[in-house]
């Protein structure tokens, strides 16, 4: 029973340090656990390094929604659309009355009842007379008359009784096309000059304008100088009227003042322009708020940009940092919704696209600012679309990795459910295989202690006790030798190993030992990292297993070679019996032996080339030899070296 008692110490599990038997805790088991130094940080520290790299990750769209949309509203790569979005809000406005500025007009009406054009400079004299009757405070003729004509007198009377101004427009030679002499003498000059964009829509006018080393004003902005003498005049600037109040501007027939029907309530107290929509005469342009994009009469437009500048009603364009700051605050606030709500944040994307025009809209509005919509809010959703984009691969990606973590942990179930089988399977085979020695000593035992036995008896009852307790402890410091192996770990015992003089050794003491023909053919300079008299235990397990099965009169085979970049292979080739191919992955276990194995053994010996080849990194295989018996090998990772030569013993 002592004996028993032993070897069941001898294979129980090492406890862990400080414990002890019985499962009363020991010091150390009774310290209080281990605060790790990252643990407090998560409540204080770490929730502000959470925090930082939150507003981070917000910040980095934000300033890219920033840069994107300055750089497209600098560019002016949208401006033809942008131009259209603004021109879309300037008709969808509520239309605001005219109340400075009115217009009369020679329409097809006048020149039926007047005569046809151009008319006499008298007659153009008693509508201007007409005009002022009629309550004007100021008229702007947008007419061009620069030729010297009969009337010329009277029509500058006429012009010289209230504030006037004529227009003025540019000749073929890079000059000015001013009013006649007398005519100009009774009225400033300004200029009739329209800016039309690329669309052809008139949606500017320069203040002022330069040909020929002469600077004219703008005809709207000499008109409104008429009523306000105090307005200043922008020099070099670009104007752009709102056109809020351009569809309501008053148009009178220049026929209902000359007939001497008058129109004092429409005029009195406006600033009139003067000009022509008959067709064939006078010029006709598109203005934002024209109805369907059909040309207006000039004069109509000049009066309407009047209106614009008598009543505030200029746009001013954003700054494109403007521009870029919108976009960057709306990136922003659509970063934050889309984080704190996550459901909702497919729809961030559209919401940053679809904002800026409500927005773009009530700037122009209300404050008479030109937003670049647009620009706004194509950066606003490049941006929130390749976040949401970066959000999706992050979620796919830690899916992913989620599904991989899932399946490690699956395999590392299945390999702890594995080693559980297979350790209480070891247990079973362990106490299986004490058993017999076990019992054979107590057997042996009764039988010395019960019987009267001859001295010659006693002496071979005792020999065979000590054969069977020879055996037990080979048995018992085999298993342990597996046991330690699991406690050690490669990297803190590896050295490097010159397997091949370590083989050659042993191969010579093995053969010399036995008397039997050990064949060796090893190259020279083969290093491996790991435990010399580790691997001297698997070539004496190899070597001696091959003894052990093949006939006395037959030799054995060791090679050792490189068997391919990085590895070295250690062969052991027998002509023994050989193993079944469906036997050759089993008597690599514990306690397993061939079922043709008619010589003693453990069960113990390839087990141990199995598991100390696994060690070091390598792995055992057992095959059919060509010609018959068996070929072991052991593959093991190469140490760096030279290597290559070839040695036979």
Do not use: Y
Not at 171 to 185: E, M, N, S
Not at 542 to 560: H, I, Q, R, W
């Amino acid at each position: 029973m002592q004996l028993n008692i032993s070897v069941c110490s001898l294979m129980s599990r090492p406890r862990a340090r400080g414990s002890r038997p019985g499962g009363a805790p020991g010091r150390a088991a009774q310290n209080p656990p281990v605060a790790f130094p990252g643990a407090a940080a998560k409540g204080g520290r770490g929730k502000t390094r959470g925090e930082a790299g939150g507003w981070t990750r917000l910040a980095l769209p934000a300033l890219a929604g920033f840069a994107l949309a300055t750089g497209v509203a600098a560019s002016g790569l949208l401006g033809p659309a942008e131009l259209l979005v603004r021109d879309a809000v300037l008709r969808a406005a509520p239309i605001r009355p005219a109340t400075r500025v009115a217009a009369v007009l020679v329409d097809e009406e006048a020149i039926r009842r007047a005569g046809p054009w151009p008319w006499p400079r008298a007659r153009l004299a008693l509508l201007v007379d007409a005009v002022r009757a009629a309550g004007a405070r100021g008229v702007a003729v947008d007419l061009l008359l620069p030729d010297a004509r009969e009337g010329d007198e009277e029509l500058a009377a006429a012009l010289s009784r209230g504030p006037s101004v004529l227009a003025a427009a540019g000749d073929d030679r890079g000059g000015w096309l001013l009013p006649a002499p007398l005519l100009g003498a009774a009225a400033g000059a300004a200029h009739v000059v329209f800016d039309l964009d690329r669309d052809g829509v008139v949606r500017r006018v320069h203040a002022t304008r330069e040909l020929g080393g002469r600077s004219l004003t703008a005809l709207p902005v000499a008109a409104a100088r008429l009523l306000d003498e105090g307005l200043p005049v922008p020099v070099g600037r670009v104007l752009r009227p709102g056109f809020r109040a351009g569809r309501s501007v008053r148009a009178v027939g220049a026929s209902e003042l000359l007939g001497g029907a008058g129109a004092p309530g429409v005029l009195r107290g406006r600033l009139v322009v003067v000009g022509a929509s008959a067709a064939g005469i006078g010029d006709r342009v598109v203005s934002p708020v024209s109805s369907g994009g059909s040309p207006q009469p000039g004069a109509l437009v000049q009066a309407a940009t009047a209106e614009a500048i008598l009543t505030g009603d200029l746009l001013r364009p954003a700054a494109p940092l403007s521009a870029g700051g919108i976009a960057g605050l709306l990136v922003l606030v659509g970063e934050a919704l889309r984080r704190r709500l996550r459901k909702a944040g497919a729809l961030a994307p559209a919401a940053v696209v679809l904002l800026p025009l409500p927005l773009a809209a009530a700037a122009l509005l209300l404050a008479r600012v030109e937003l670049p919509a647009l620009a706004i809010g194509l950066a606003a959703l490049v941006v929130a679309t390749g976040s949401a984009l970066g959000e999706g691969r992050r979620l796919r990606r830690a899916t992913t990795d989620a599904a991989a973590r899932v399946r490690e942990l699956e395999a590392l179930s299945a390999r702890l459910d594995e080693a559980r089988r297979a350790d209480a399977e070891a247990r079973r085979v362990v106490a299986h295989e004490l058993r017999t020695p076990l019992t054979s000593v107590r057997g042996l035992a009764q039988l010395l202690s019960g019987f009267d036995l001859s001295d010659a008896e006693r002496k071979r009852v005792a020999g065979m006790v000590v054969e069977e307790a020879s055996r037990l402890s080979e048995m018992v410091e085999a298993l342990l030798d597996l046991e330690r192996l699991k406690l050690r770990e490669l990297r803190s015992v590896a050295v490097p190993v010159d397997l091949s003089r370590l083989v050659a050794g042993r191969v010579s003491v093995l053969g010399e030992g036995s008397g039997r023909d050990v064949r060796a053919s090893l190259a020279d300079g083969l290093l491996v990292l790991g435990d010399a008299a580790l691997l001297s235990r698997v070539v004496d397990n190899l070597v001696g297993n091959a003894l052990k099965f093949a006939p006395a009169s037959e030799p054995v085979d060791v090679t050792l070679r490189r068997s391919a970049p990085g590895r070295v292979e250690l062969a052991v080739r027998d002509r023994g019996p050989g193993v079944p191919a469906v036997e050759r992955r089993e008597v690599f276990r514990r306690f397993s032996r061939g079922s043709g194995a008619a010589v003693p053994g453990l069960g113990l010996g390839l087990a141990l080339v199995a598991e100390v080849a696994a060690w070091h990194g390598g792995a055992a295989a057992c095959e059919e030899a060509e010609g018959g018996g068996s070929l072991f090998t052991v593959t093991l990772p190469a140490a760096e070296g030279p290597g290559g030569g070839e040695r036979s013993a």
